[in-house]
Structure formats: C-alpha cells, structure tokens
C-alpha cells in the first residue's frame, strides 16, 4: 500500500508565505495524479489544487495566482507553495494522491495525507 506524510504547516502572518509537503511511500504502485484540498471549520472540504502526471495544474478561483501546486516525481512528493496568504486561508489542508497498481492498470486507488494546519493571523 501508499503512506502519505504531510508537512510544512503552522502559524504566520498575513502576507507571509509557507510551503507545505506530501511524501508519498510504498511499492508496487505507480502514481498518477495528485491534489491539495483544505477545510475550514464549519465549511465544506474544497479542492485547493490538482496536478497531473503531465504537469498540467488546476486552481481555485481564491487561490489562483497565490499558490502554486508542482511535483517531485523522483521523491514521490507533492508540494504546494502558499504566497501572499490571507486569514480566509486558515484550515487543515489534506494532500491527495492517485495511484495504480504496477502490472495492472485496471483499479484506481486514492489516499490521504493526515492533514497539516495551516493558520493565517491579522
């Protein structure tokens, strides 16, 4: 099976910047796409942003041009690059990945990272 270890969460001012990591472990798995997803108490979990094996990326409208979403695919890890962070920015943050079995294409398994806090101060 794949075990993701988030890291890179904490505490900073608005404006300030952090960066947040997603370590992907195991064997006999290929990965394929992988995302950042985030929840705020009381709200719904939203997709952050998502990037392809390719590297094609998608964002949300209220993090676009903010954060960047880029991956290391020799490390089996995701990152996400949070600039000009905001207080509304403020919930645990969750990396998500897929992954097919080698040899067999056939099922899609998805994991989660345990989830890091992320909280912007005014």
């Known amino acids: 099976q794949v075990q993701l270890v988030e890291s890179g969460g904490g505490l900073v001012q608005a404006g300030g910047s952090l960066r947040l990591s997603c370590a992907a472990s195991?064997?006999?798995?290929?990965?394929?796409?992988m995302a950042w997803y985030r929840q705020a108490p009381g709200n719904q979990r939203e997709l952050v942003a998502e990037i392809s094996s390719g590297g094609g990326t998608n964002y949300a409208d209220s993090v676009k041009g903010r954060f960047t979403i880029s991956r290391d695919n020799a490390k089996n890890t995701v990152y996400l690059i949070m600039d000009m962070l905001k207080p509304e920015d403020t919930a645990v943050y969750y990396c998500n990945i897929q992954a097919v079995r080698l040899y067999s294409h056939a099922t899609r398994y998805i994991y989660w990272g345990q989830g890091t806090q992320v909280t912007v101060s005014s």
């Open positions: 195991g064997s006999g798995f290929s990965i394929n796409a």
